[in-house]
């Protein structure tokens, strides 16, 4: 459960014994060192290949004499951004490891632009990326399926910060990419315990059955018909960081956590159900963040989450659109398809966190989730930031926006409208909310945004807006196009969306 190792050294003559290659990633190659520019650029004159993509060279220079020019390409634009060095360095690194390097170096050059003021921890991120294996394959092969064990990084350089994200960042991934068995709700529980043994984070996994149906009744109607298999039993994760000293912000999080998802009785056909393993996202991320404060232990902010780890199967027992459940705020809640089964898993622990985030300093309320279609068809591979009134009036998810352009966690800003609200109100007095309608989220106006607001009636956060007596910021996180790598959710790498952009925010 560990990515490779982050390191620093404040210059190339500096670099440990063991490092065995040197990754050069630069915009241009003029910007190379005085010991590599000329062979290179002499080189560069028969192979036309350098610079424009990433390449291993043999120089007698380099550690190991294994030197790997990674270019980022352009980033003076007005659209480029730092995921240039981001993807520079997964080339770079893969192509220092085929050469047989087990412990390499990196180099950032060029990075002058603002927007580039984080690109040498980015750069390591990216290497951490491309270097993670999925948790079966490791399982299966052995350690030795991923032989780098180290990164240096040259230069300014907090290793200990980058550790931690690149920590939780990995877990993140493990839980998200790992499949359904491997990785049912049970298992998903075991590794979070394993994730925290001895740690500053707290664990306590709920699996009474009967205590979940009492307590959580949405989330028991979509375990509904997993019950009869003992392996699919749901699982509550609540974990818990308090850090030493005043406390002067609280971050609470609810992650959902599908471990599979069939669609329920709108079973997912035409091979719409493959990648559906990777609907746990939501709490992947929740869990890698707090992986992340676990290695980092920030000062001044106390963190609370609640992961909903469930699987939507199909069977005699499930449950159907029209079914009115009472959740645990006693909304009544109409069901209109029960492939819109997370806000129904999430909806209940938020309802809960809401009431411990009454008491709490200063408190921001997320929910994190691979939720919809549509915010991927909307926003592309970027995420989407769903805010309430309180949350808008402190700018919270602008500022996480800012934060992920420069750490390579892109996402964009939505607003709850009164349309949304409007989309969910009852259709006759035998409920209070709708939870969706019955067409695809991805051809649905607004698709992204009115399950915001289903969550916040269904839990009553609706109740504590901007002009309320006790305002509670709240942010939805719709990390369903952004992620896996390429919208890919059978095959793609995970990313851990929003996970670095709401650290950076909050947890400096």
Avoid at 279 to 301: C, L, N, T, Y
Avoid at 308 to 324: T, Y
Wanted: hydrophobic share 40%; with cysteine.
């Amino acid at each position: 459960m560990t990515s490779p190792k982050a390191l620093q050294a404040a210059s190339i003559s500096d670099l440990p014994q063991y490092v065995d290659s040197l990754i050069i990633i630069s915009p241009d190659l003029a910007l190379l060192p005085n010991d590599f520019r000329d062979s290179v650029m002499a080189t560069a004159q028969f192979d036309k290949r350098i610079g424009q993509k990433a390449l291993l060279l043999v120089n007698d220079n380099a550690p190991g004499k294994r030197l790997v020019i990674a270019p980022t390409g352009p980033l003076e634009r007005d659209y480029d951004d730092v995921r240039r060095y981001f993807d520079a360095a997964k080339q770079g690194v893969l192509e220092a490891k085929q050469a047989g390097a087990t412990n390499p170096a990196i180099l950032v050059l060029g990075q002058l632009d603002e927007r580039y003021q984080q690109a040498t921890t980015v750069a390591y991120l990216g290497a951490c990326q491309a270097l993670w294996q999925p948790l079966e394959a490791r399982e299966f092969h052995g350690a030795a399926i991923e032989p780098i064990q180290s990164i240096t990084v040259i230069g300014e350089f907090d290793s200990h910060y980058a550790n931690a994200i690149a920590q939780g960042q990995y877990a993140a991934r493990d839980l998200c990419g790992t499949e359904p068995e491997r990785m049912a709700p049970p298992k998903f529980a075991e590794y979070c315990e394993s994730l925290f043994d001895n740690s500053a984070v707290s664990v306590e996994v709920i699996s009474d059955t009967q205590f979940i149906d009492k307590n959580y009744p949405m989330l028991s109607t979509v375990a509904r018909a997993s019950y009869a298999v003992e392996r699919h039993h749901p699982r509550v994760v609540k974990l818990e960081y308090v850090p030493e000293g005043d406390i002067e912000r609280t971050l609470l999080f609810v992650g959902k956590g599908l471990v599979y998802d069939t669609g329920g009785a709108d079973l997912k056909v035409g091979g719409a159900m493959a990648g559906m393993s990777r609907d746990k996202g939501g709490a992947a991320s929740v869990a890698g963040f707090m992986k992340s404060i676990a290695e980092h232990q920030p000062k001044g902010v106390k963190v609370v989450a609640y992961l909903a780890v469930v699987r939507n199967s199909i069977g005699s027992d499930c449950f159907v659109p029209d079914e009115i459940i009472t959740s645990r705020e006693g909304v009544r809640v109409r069901i209109g398809n029960t492939d819109a089964e997370g806000r129904l898993a999430m909806g209940d622990l938020l309802s809960e966190i809401k009431d411990v985030a009454k008491g709490e300093v200063n408190p921001v309320v997320f929910t994190v989730a691979t939720l919809t279609g549509h915010a991927a068809r909307a926003m592309g591979p970027y995420t989407a930031l769903v805010e309430n009134g309180a949350s808008r009036a402190l700018n919270l998810s602008h500022n996480i926006a800012t934060q992920g352009d420069l750490w390579a966690d892109g996402s964009e800003v939505s607003r709850e409208r009164r349309e949304d609200y409007s989309f969910i109100a009852p259709k006759t007095l035998a409920d209070d909310v709708l939870s969706s309608n019955n067409a695809p989220s991805a051809i649905t106006a607004r698709g992204h945004q009115f399950p915001m607001a289903f969550l916040a009636v269904a839990s009553g956060l609706d109740k504590h807006g901007a002009n309320s007596e006790l305002p509670i910021p709240y942010i939805h996180v719709d990390i369903a196009g952004s992620g896996v790598e390429g919208g890919d959710w059978q095959h793609g790498k995970p990313t851990a969306a929003s996970l670095a952009s709401i650290y950076a925010t909050f947890c400096k």
